[in-house]
């Protein structure tokens, strides 16, 4: 009998590994990323006061951002790093939540970076 692991269990076994060495604080708050098939949601998280600083999602009902393609997660890390900076979060640690980093993700973290958010 041939023993398969669904992509969803192995997404988390490796996210469990990446935070094993990602790790929140004042100074670099986390920003962690989670895409789902409709909508991508990114968080800028404080470990250490277990707490969310910011956050931005395609699933937001004020938001004119749609969907969880390519333009929807380079709008979704330009908001997310716009509200940080106004937060005064300037550096971040990236969690990429055990996905690749391409696609969806990357395009998230290239258009964070383009609005300020240094990682």
Do not use: W
């Amino acid at each position: 009998m041939k023993h398969t692991i669904d992509k969803n269990s192995r997404r988390l076994r490796i996210h469990v590994r990446i935070r094993r060495a990602v790790k929140g604080s004042n100074e670099r708050p986390r920003l962690a990323i989670f895409r789902s098939l409709k909508h991508v949601y990114a968080q800028i998280i404080d470990d250490r006061q277990g707490r969310t600083v910011v956050s931005a999602s395609s699933n937001e009902t004020d938001s004119a951002i749609t969907g969880g393609n390519l333009a929807g997660a380079k709008a979704i890390g330009k908001l997310v790093a716009e509200r940080a900076i106004a937060a005064g979060v300037k550096k971040v640690v990236f969690d990429r939540g055990g996905y690749l980093y391409h696609g969806r993700i990357k395009a998230l973290a290239e258009a964070a970076r383009e609005a300020g958010l240094e990682f």
